[in-house]
Nanobody, 123 residues
Framework: QVQLVESGGGSVQAGGSLRLSCAAS????????MGWFRQAPGKERMFVAT????????DYADSVKGRFTISRDNAKKTTYLQMNSLEPEDTAVYYC????????????????WGQGTQVTVSS
C-alpha cells in the first residue's frame, strides 16, 4: 500500500505563492489517481484538484481554477499543488489522497490520505 506525506505548507500574505508536495512511498504510486482537498476549522473537507495516473487529465474546484495547478512526477513519486494569488479564504489544512481508478471529486473514492499540511494566508 502507498503512504503519503504532505509538505510545503506555511504562512504567506495575500497574493503570495506556495507549492505543496505529496511524497509517496510503498505500493505502486503510478497506478493511483491523486487528489488535493482542504479543510478549514469548523468546515467540511472539500475538493480542490485531481490528476489522473498519467498526468494527462486534471480537474479543479471553481474557487481555485486559474490560481492553482496540480501536477505529478511519477519518477519522483511526488504530487504537487502550486498555489498562486493566494487569498485568506484559502487558509486551511491541505490533504493529498490517492485513489484506485479514475480521479474523482468525491473524497469517499480516496482510500489513502496524508496527514495534512497547514496553509495560512493573511490579508
Amino acid at each position: 500500500q502507498v503512504q503519503l506525506v504532505e509538505s510545503g505548507g506555511g504562512s504567506v500574505q495575500a497574493g503570495g505563492s506556495l507549492r505543496l508536495s505529496c511524497a509517496a512511498s510503498g505500493g505502486t504510486f503510478n497506478n493511483h489517481a491523486m487528489g488535493w482537498f482542504r479543510q478549514a476549522p469548523g468546515k467540511e473537507r472539500m475538493f480542490v484538484a485531481t490528476i489522473n495516473w498519467s498526468a494527462g487529465t486534471t480537474d479543479y474546484a471553481d474557487s481555485v481554477k486559474g490560481r492553482f495547478t496540480i501536477s505529478r512526477d511519477n519518477a519522483k513519486k511526488t504530487t504537487y499543488l502550486q498555489m498562486n494569488s493566494l487569498e485568506p479564504e484559502d487558509t486551511a489544512v491541505y490533504y493529498c489522497a490517492a485513489s484506485w481508478g479514475v480521479a474523482s471529486r468525491n473524497l469517499e473514492r480516496y482510500t489513502i490520505w496524508g496527514q495534512g499540511t497547514q496553509v495560512t494566508v493573511s490579508s
